[in-house]
């Protein structure tokens, strides 16, 4: 069953449970009331009967014979030794009974359901010695109690039934229209899930559930919609950070085809293979431990300053090499640690080593020097510089300069990570080429800055 029937369905079942209920209750106190009424005609007219007979003269007789023929025909009255003083031409069904009840002394009422007739017998007593000197049966056909007993069940019934289908079909209408803009949601977000994952229900703030639904399903879309854009980026980064030891091991492989014949050129060039595809798994533990939130960069330990430039230089020689740049780097004496796994380190300055390669004429310098408690990475070419119209863009994802090379991933890693670190990466202004800084949380002061 859909909901809306679960829903209708109970709600009709609530209904007939509390309509069942009223009727039954209902008709049990109407069928009360009816007997009562039944009884107060039986005494009434057994108590005039009984007052208007009396003894005379040692005879019995009956005084102010009610004129109603009802009365009349639905009364007896027996003297006390039970000969039978009055009673109607044709007693019926109650004949019988009434002279069971010839000798009552006492109030008696029986119930003929055959007949539907009640009868009531009442001892009458003289007025002076206070003698029981008779017994009166009287009758009252119960039929119009009966009838309307029955009219009233039957009407009741019926009355019950229209109120179940009519609050059936009205739970099932309200049912549908509350659901109807969950039916919609539940469509819309099945379509963007497909094509767009940006759009958003937009009902604005959660007044009701369904407020409050259109709201979660909002910020579910978000996530899943951010999940989508990060795992994108994962990969766009992952491939972008493998490039360069791909190529690099590409390189040393055709270097070692054409000096197969050299053993110790084989086995420098395996040394290097080997360097490189540590190089490769390291890459990917780091972005893969990043991605994962399983390092957590400032507050994974630290790391080595020096050394994580070092490795970065001896990284990117083959690609400077090949583009006729010279590699610089100086390193301050007296460096503090840096506040994040030197891996994460690596991965956050090698994008903008790359970058300057990239765009550098002839030389490139790295410089690492502490600056109150943090470690400053600045890494300074002699290229053309940054586009002016590019400068507040140039960490988006994606944005890269008409002549270069790169795919526009490099400075936004380097960015994210930084912040991964609670550092950042920025754009300085320098008198020729580009200058950016990688800082990073550290400890101490850094003295001045000699060769490494």
């Known amino acids: 069953m859909s909901l809306r029937a679960r829903v209708t369905a109970a709600a009709a079942l609530v209904l007939l449970v509390s309509v069942g209920t009223v009727i039954l209750i209902g008709n049990v106190l109407l069928a009360r009331g009816l007997h009562q009424d039944e009884s107060v005609v039986l005494v009434a007219r057994a108590d005039a009967l009984a ?29 006390a030794d039970g000969a039978e003083i009055t009673a109607p031409l044709n007693g019926g069904i109650a004949e019988p009974f009434a002279r069971r009840l010839r000798t009552a002394t006492r109030p008696t009422e029986i119930d003929i359901p055959e007949g539907e007739v009640r009868l009531r017998a009442v001892p009458a007593f003289d007025s002076d010695t206070k003698r029981r000197i008779a017994t009166v049966v009287v009758a ?6 009966e009838f309307t007993r029955k009219r009233t069940l039957f009407g009741s019934l019926v009355l019950g039934l229209l109120v179940l289908i009519i609050g059936s ?25 497909e094509h767009d994952l940006d759009r958003r229900f937009g009902r604005g703030p959660a007044r009701d559930e369904l407020g409050s639904l259109a709201t979660t399903l909002d910020g579910l879309l978000g996530r899943i ?3 989508r854009r990060h795992e994108q980026r994962f990969s766009a980064e992952m491939a972008h950070e493998l490039r360069t030891p791909l190529t690099a091991i590409r390189g ?30 390291g890459v990917v533990d780091t972005l893969m431990g990043v991605a994962r939130d399983e390092t957590a960069p400032s507050t994974g330990g ?14 990117v020689a083959g690609a400077a090499a090949a583009s006729d740049v010279v590699i610089s780097l100086t390193v301050a004496p007296n460096l503090p640690a840096v506040g994040s796994p030197a891996e994460v380190v690596e991965r956050a300055l090698q994008p903008l080593v790359d970058n300057a390669i990239r765009h550098a004429k002839s030389t490139v310098d790295i410089t690492v020097d502490g600056r109150d408690t943090e470690v400053w990475f600045t890494v300074q070419d002699d290229g053309d510089g940054v586009d002016e119209a590019l400068r507040d863009d140039v960490f988006e994802p994606g944005v890269r300069g008409e002549n270069s090379s790169g795919v526009g991933l490099g400075l936004a890693l380097a960015r994210r990570l930084a912040l991964g670190c609670e550092g950042d990466v920025q754009l300085e202004p320098s008198d020729g080429g580009a200058r950016f800084v990688l800082r990073l949380p550290g400890a101490g002061l850094g003295g001045p800055g000699q060769p490494a």
């Open 51 to 79: 007052a208007s007979t009396e003894e005379t003269a040692g005879k019995v007789v009956v005084e102010n014979r009610p004129s109603d023929p009802r009365l009349a025909g639905r009364a007896w009255v027996y003297s």
């Open 140 to 145: 009252v056909s119960t039929r119009p109690y």
């Open 225 to 227: 919609a951010a999940s």
């Open 169 to 193: 079909a009205v739970a099932w209408r309200a049912v549908g229209s509350a659901l109807r803009p969950v039916a919609a949601m539940a469509r819309d977000a099945e379509e963007w899930s």
């Open 252 to 281: 040393e492989a055709e270097l070692l085809e054409r000096r197969a014949a050299d053993p110790v050129a084989v086995r420098a060039g395996l040394a290097d293979l080997q360097r490189l595809a540590d190089r490769m798994a």
């Open 302 to 315: 630290t790391g080595d300053a020096r050394l994580a430039a070092q490795n970065v230089t001896e990284a």
